[in-house]
Antibody, heavy 119, light 111 residues
Framework: QVRLQESGPGLVKPSETLSLFCTVS??????????WAWIRQPPGKGLEWIGT???????FYNPSFKSRVTLSVDTSRNHFSLNLTSGTVADTAVYFC???????????WGQGAFLTVSS | QSPLAQPASLSGSPGQSINISCAGT?????????VSWFQQHPGKAPKLLIF???SRPSGISNRFSGSKSASTAYLVISNLQAEDEADYYC???????????FGTGTMVAVL
């Protein structure tokens, strides 16, 4: 069974960089038939796609995040990561990592990690 | 970059059916059959209910069914049960720089 587990600092200060990691088990992150995504959910609000990275390292980002977001893959640890620079209070959310198929279906999700941006 | 449009809330009594709509455009729902639906209980991760418009993953009750007409997708929950009380989100591939788009979410209450 595929499992994804997010990890992160829990709290960052405004203007700092948000860094989150997702450890994948039960599947290889180098698989050519799947991609790996980050999706977030602010408190009381809906789901928002942040970006997706393929096994070859190619990336797709939500334009709403402009140049603030970077996704990367560490094949030696079978995990992928999210960096979001210039954090603001509006970035406070539960961050989910997930697996996506080549048809952009999000089929497996991590349990989510709550990250607060506050001074 | 606008999300797919869903009704904010719906309610029904046990045993009834509920129909949740998800309105998109020809760039997403209307142009592709890559529509999925998720159920989310409070504090939990979304759970996949429907993919490719109308397919159910293994283990999902046949009380959940999906369809689409033009640029609107639908999720029907039949024989509503107490455990169906949750938030529901649609999602679709979008042929733009925003490749993956979610709906605004619908809160379903079981009376």
């Amino acid at each position: 069974q595929v499992r994804l587990q997010e990890s992160g600092p829990g709290l960052v200060k405004p203007s700092e960089t948000l860094s989150l990691f997702c450890t994948v088990s039960g599947a290889s992150i180098t698989s050519e038939t799947y991609s790996w995504a980050w999706i977030r959910q602010p408190p009381g609000k809906g789901l928002e796609w942040i970006g997706t990275i393929n096994s070859d390292g190619s990336t797709f980002y939500n334009p709403s995040f402009k140049s603030r977001v970077t996704l990367s893959v560490d094949t030696s640890r079978n995990h992928f990561s999210l960096n979001l620079t210039s954090g603001t209070v509006a970035d406070t959310a539960v961050y989910f990592c997930a697996r996506q198929t080549l048809q952009w279906l999000t089929d497996f999700w991590g349990q989510g990690a709550f990250l607060t941006v506050s001074s | 970059q606008s999300p797919l449009a869903q009704p904010a809330s719906l309610s029904g009594s046990p045993g009834q059916s509920i129909n949740i709509s998800c309105a998109g455009t020809t760039s997403d729902i209307g142009g592709y059959n890559f529509v999925s639906w998720f159920q989310q209980h409070p504090g939990k991760a979304p759970k996949l209910l429907i993919f490719d418009v109308s397919s159910r993953p293994s283990g999902i009750s046949n009380r959940f069914s999906g369809s689409k007409s033009a640029s609107t997708a639908y999720l029907v929950i039949s024989n509503l049960q107490a455990e169906d009380e949750a938030d529901y989100y649609c999602s679709s591939f979008r042929a733009s720089s925003t490749r993956c788009v979610f709906g605004t979410g619908t809160m379903v209450a079981v009376l």
